[in-house]
């Protein structure tokens, strides 16, 4: 959900005659529904963005309450529910609307805290009616807040996050132990098999996830008319119990569901299909073991499935796209050539909040003088078009190389050219470098590099220091300028590391450039010892910031 002022209100909370806001942890509103801007007399735009506090909540008189005295603001600092069946808004003409309400907290938007108020006018009579009295008939409309404002507490929890198995774990958190002592949910794959992906109990106090009851279903019936199997067609939602599975069972689901009823001793369950857009998804089980009374409101389980469908199908959607993407990646990386006298490996992490593909890339290949070139590079931009533009620049390079023998500075120079000319690349930052290893063993070993507004390259000795290799910096490719660019060159001791890395590796919005660089260089003299493998491993998990949000390449050479 975009909790940024000025949108339109959700669908998924419009209900006739109830109004509701939803607040971010500030207690600032982010979203209202059309009800809300009738009941108030007040345009959304007239209410977002300010403190629903300051801006709405009155006492009978008209006057503004003391925030320590709020019960809405009691209820949003201690993160818990809380109701009242009187409390006054101020419309948008200057008079008080007369409100029963609920305030529970959730989640909003980037998987921040914050609540939701769910409020409907009150009819007064007499002043005696104005105090709270849980005998009145108002007070049977309570539980109808309740039940709106779990729904809207499921909508902002589930949409929040696109991670099957995460969006399972909210929504049983959402039910259990508030509606059911029990949930179960079982999911249907692309493939047409079922798995019982989620099976959780309450028990003193806390969650407990029984998944010795979970894992692959017999397949879905088209003919049985068990609750269980009707709800993974999609046909209907049902109230079963033990003696719905007692007889001879029809299908290897019914008696799946009968060791179920056994295992968990559950005496009542309502039993609803979950559904996609386009095709049902599996189906929700609530079961009651430990309360006498049966589980009965199959309106508001639907309710719950039906939103729980849609971020279901949005996360595998997701996760679709994500496996599309990494294959992609994996397909523009380049395979590693094997030079005698080196040792090379590489990494790419995607960036975390991303398609999983981005302008960060590596490159090593042999040049017709049979010397080893390799490069790294971040074009700008960490999605689709930043990976297309980077295989172009990737492969024109390549192209240059190979085609003219000149030191490396002429060759990113031509390289410029074309990107300005030729390419969907706006920016890009490079290192390109020639290794050139002399004798017969390989034993005068040199680089010889350009840096295009790159991070320095990492030289690490075999007796732990390291230093950076820090060279003139030219302008970044793409930036149209035509300042020369000047070449480098560095001795490669016996047993040294030299790393190359995007800028991913070191940049952190909670310190500075200085800082990630000090973090990388002692990290790497620590790890100098290790497998270049492991070494490569290691230092990304060591270095990368946590707050990380773009890529990260990282290629490492060393002299065996």
């Not at 798995?195 to 017999?218: F, I, K, N, T």
């Not at 790294?376 to 620049?393: L, R, Y």
């Not at 930052?429 to 070993?445: L, Q």
């Not at 790497?524 to 493998?533: F, I, K, S, T």
């Amino acid at each position: 959900m975009d909790d940024r002022g000025g949108r339109q209100p959700s669908s998924v909370f419009e209900v006739r005659g109830v109004g509701v806001l939803l607040l971010d942890d500030q207690g600032r509103i982010v979203q209202v529904n059309r009800e809300a801007e009738v009941l108030l007399g007040r345009p959304a735009e007239d209410v977002l963005g300010h403190d629903s506090h300051d801006r709405l909540h009155r006492d009978r008189h008209g006057h503004t309450l003391p925030r320590s005295s709020c019960p809405f603001r009691q209820a949003l600092n201690s993160g818990r529910a809380a109701q009242g069946q009187l409390g006054w808004y101020e419309r948008g003409d200057g008079t008080l609307l007369p409100l029963c309400w609920l305030i529970t907290p959730c989640r909003i938007a980037g998987d921040r805290d914050g609540a939701v108020i769910v409020f409907y006018e009150r009819e007064l009579g007499t002043a005696a009616e104005e105090s709270p009295d849980r005998s009145r008939p108002e007070a049977a409309a309570l539980p109808e807040l309740e039940r709106l404002a779990l729904l809207a507490e499921t909508t902002t929890t589930l949409t929040s996050t696109l991670d099957v198995e995460e969006a399972l774990r909210r929504l049983t958190r959402l039910v259990v132990p508030r509606l059911a002592d029990w949930a179960v949910i079982d999911l249907i794959s692309p493939g047409e098999e079922v798995w019982r992906a989620s099976v959780v109990h309450h028990e003193a106090g806390a969650l407990v996830d029984r998944e010795d009851l979970q894992g692959r279903m017999p397949p879905i019936p088209h003919e049985s008319v068990m609750p269980l199997s009707r709800a993974l067609r999609g046909a209907a939602s049902a109230l079963a119990g033990p003696e719905n599975y007692q007889g001879p069972p029809d299908t290897g689901i019914a008696v799946a569901q009968r060791e179920l009823f056994e295992a968990t001793g559950m005496h009542s369950v309502a039993i609803t299909p979950i559904r996609g857009v386009r095709e049902v998804l599996g189906a929700l089980t609530l079961g009651r073991s430990e309360r006498i009374e049966p589980f009965c409101d199959l309106p508001l389980l639907e309710d719950i499935a039906r939103r729980a469908g849609l971020a279901l199908e949005n996360a595998r959607l997701y996760q679709r796209q994500r496996r599309v993407t990494e294959t992609m990646q994996r397909h523009l990386l380049p395979q590693l050539p094997r030079v005698p006298g080196l040792e090379m490996a590489a990494r790419y992490l995607a960036a975390p909040e991303a398609s999983e593909v981005g302008g960060d890339w590596y490159d090593a290949f042999r040049l017709q003088d049979d010397t080893l070139a390799v490069a790294i590079g971040d074009v700008v931009g960490h999605d689709a078009d930043a990976a297309a533009s980077m295989a172009q620049v990737r492969n024109m390079l390549r192209a240059y190389a190979w085609s003219y023998q000149e030191p490396p500075s002429a060759i990113v120079d031509r390289l410029d050219q074309a990107v300005q000319h030729m390419t969907e690349a706006s920016l890009a930052t490079m290192i390109f470098a020639r290794v050139e290893c002399s004798g017969a063993d390989h034993r005068g070993c040199q680089v010889r590099w350009t840096n295009a507004g790159h991070p320095p390259p990492l030289l690490v000795t075999h007796d732990g220091q390291a230093r950076f290799l820090n060279s003139s910096v030219d302008p970044l490719i793409g930036a149209e300028l035509t300042a020369p660019r000047q070449d480098a060159t560095e001795q490669l001791p016996p047993l040294s590391t030299l790393v190359f890395y995007t800028d991913g590796l070191i940049e952190s919005r909670a310190r500075s450039l200085g800082q990630g660089l000090s973090k990388l260089s002692r990290h790497a003299a620590a790890l100098v010892h290790r497998p270049l493998d492991a070494f490569c491993d290691l230092l990304l998990e060591r270095v990368r910031p946590a707050d990380n949000d773009d890529d990260v390449a990282v290629l490492a050479l060393r002299r065996p």
